[in-house]
C-alpha cells in the first residue's frame, strides 16, 4: 500500500525528525563532556610541550588564536603518530593548547565582538555607519538608524532573533520603521509638524523639551536678591539659587569686643563673646568651682622643714630621706 503526503506534510515530518537528530547529537555531546578524557602527557613531559605550544602561539600577528587551528593540529597527528587513537589525540591536543592559551592571557571574544555592528557608536548609525542627524534623540528615545530605510535594511538583511542582544536594537528598527508610516502631525507647542511613535498615537509634542515646557506650571519671575529671572520649581520660591537664599537671610555682623582680653573681634556666629578658644579656656579655668578638702598630703620642702623642725625629731639628712622614702 503506498502512502501519497503532501508537501506541507513531508516538511512537517522532516522538521521533526531535524529536531530528533539535533536533540541526540546534543545529549551524545553532554555524554561525552562528562566523560573527562585521560590525560596522554603528565609530569615534566606535558610541561615541556606546553612550554613549545606557548612559543609557538606567541608569535602572532593580527590575532593571539591565529596559530590555534594549525597547532592543536600538529599535535594531534604526533599523539596519533605515537600510536594514541584519533578521539584521545584530539582532546590531549585541544587541552595542551588551551593550557598554553591560559598561560599567555589570551581571552576569547564573544559572538556579540565578532559582529560588524559591535563596534559602532551609539552616535552613529547602526547600518550605515554615518554619525545621526541633530534632533534624532530629541524625543527621549534612544534612536539607532538615522533613517526609516537604514532601520528596514537593518531589520531585512539582520537575523536579530539570534541573540538577545539584538532586542533593543531590533525594537529601534521596528518603531522607525513604524513611525515612518505615521502621518503628520503639529507640535502643540512650537507648531513644527512631526510624526508621532507608533506605540503612541496621541502624543502631542514632537519632543521631550516641548513637553516639559508645555507642563511648566510656575511662570517666570525675579529673584528677590539679584533681581535676575529664573524658572521656580515651586510656588513659593522667591531665590534663584541656595547661594541668594543665603545672602539675603544672613544677620549683618559687627565688631564687638573680647569678654576676657578685651580685644575687638568679629564673631563668627550670633552670641559669641571671647575672640578665641584660649580666652574661653581661661574663662573657663576662672570660673571653674573648687573641689571639696582633698586627704592627700603632698610633700614639699617647706612642709619636710617644718616637720623635722619641732622638737624631739631627728634631723632629716639626705641619707635619712633615702632610707625613709627610697
Request: glycine share 6%; aromatic share 8%; charged share 30%.
Amino acid at each position: 500500500m503506498n502512502i501519497v503526503l503532501d508537501r506541507k506534510t513531508l516538511q512537517y515530518l522532516r522538521r521533526i525528525q531535524g529536531a530528533l537528530a539535533l536533540d541526540e547529537k546534543r545529549r551524545a555531546e553532554k555524554r561525552q563532556r562528562k566523560r573527562k578524557p585521560k590525560s596522554l602527557l603528565a609530569g615534566d613531559a606535558r610541561k615541556h610541550v606546553v612550554n613549545q605550544v606557548m612559543d609557538v602561539l606567541r608569535g602572532w600577528r593580527a590575532s593571539p588564536f591565529e596559530y590555534e587551528a594549525s597547532t592543536r593540529a600538529g599535535l594531534r597527528v604526533g599523539l596519533i603518530m605515537r600510536g594514541h587513537g584519533w578521539e584521545a589525540a584530539h582532546c590531549e591536543a585541544h587541552a595542551l593548547v588551551q593550557e598554553g592559551l591560559r598561560l599567555l592571557g589570551a581571552k576569547r571574544p564573544t559572538w556579540e565582538q565578532g559582529q560588524r555592528e559591535y563596534t559602532i557608536a551609539e552616535e552613529d548609525c547602526n547600518w550605515c555607519g554615518l554619525p545621526l542627524p541633530e534632533g534624532s534623540r530629541s524625543d527621549g528615545r534612544r534612536r539607532r538608524f538615522c533613517s526609516a530605510l537604514c532601520a528596514q535594511s537593518a531589520f531585512t538583511h539582520r537575523d536579530y532573533g539570534r541573540r538577545k542582544q539584538y532586542d533593543a536594537i531590533a525594537e529601534s528598527a521596528l518603531s522607525i520603521i513604524r513611525q515612518s508610516k505615521m502621518p503628520m502631525r503639529d507640535c502643540q507647542h512650537c507648531g513644527v509638524k512631526y510624526r508621532p511613535l507608533a506605540t503612541k498615537p496621541d502624543q502631542q509634542y514632537c519632543s521631550e523639551k516641548c513637553k516639559w515646557q508645555a507642563m511648566r506650571v510656575h511662570p517666570d519671575r525675579s529673584c528677590l536678591h539679584c533681581s535676575r529671572a529664573f524658572q521656580p520649581k515651586e510656588a513659593e520660591q522667591k531665590y534663584c539659587s541656595r547661594d541668594c537664599y543665603t545672602a539675603a537671610n544672613s544677620k549683618p555682623r559687627f565688631m564687638q569686643e573680647c569678654a576676657e582680653c578685651g580685644k575687638d573681634f568679629w564673631p563668627r556666629k550670633a552670641g559669641a563673646l571671647r575672640c578665641s578658644f584660649v580666652c574661653r579656656n581661661a574663662y573657663i579655668v576662672r570660673t571653674r568651682k573648687p573641689h571639696g578638702k582633698s586627704n592627700v598630703i603632698y610633700l614639699t620642702p617647706d612642709l619636710l622643714d617644718r616637720e623635722f623642725a619641732q622638737p624631739g625629731v631627728q634631723i632629716c639628712t639626705a641619707e635619712i630621706f633615702d632610707r625613709m622614702f627610697g
